[in-house]
């Protein structure tokens, strides 16, 4: 059974106390005032089970709001990729026939450890839609020394170099490319 938090009838203490409103599917429902469905909202988020006092609300209510603001700019940080300083790598890879689901099988595996690494931003995978031996990795790095020294040298890496005889058809292209400009 789910609760919703109401105000206590006891009008002399001001507690909030756990009613069963039946509410917890908001959609369609109206609850009374929208501070009040805030402060509801964040009671519930809270899961605590015991009275609760409606002068802790407005605390816990900004708490929320500020953790929200600092997922936000966060969120914006990370989405931020045509940084001037980032180096974009493109590798492009050639399977031997009939291998490609190999070659992609162990591309990200590989793409799973690398994402681990302290210089990496992101990458993504591209397979020729004519011709699905050919695959395009875009990599961005924030840092194009490490890519060239300490990522290549890393033991994940290593073991795909050795692995991929089995499935890739030679060693693959790569180029460095830095941002010129941007148009959106």
Sequence with gaps: MDYIWEHNRNARTGEMQRIDMNLLHLTGHEVKGNFQTLKTLVVMASGENQKMNPSNLNGKIMKLLNLLFFAFCITLLSCNSDSKDNIVVLVKYKTQINKNVDAEVALKELIGKVKKEKHFKKINMYVDPSDNSNILL?????DENYYKTEHMETTHLQKFITDSRT?????????FWTLNSSYK
């Design 138 to 142: 875009y990599e961005e790095w924030d």
């Design 167 to 175: 499935f890739l058809a030679g060693p693959p292209e790569i180029s």
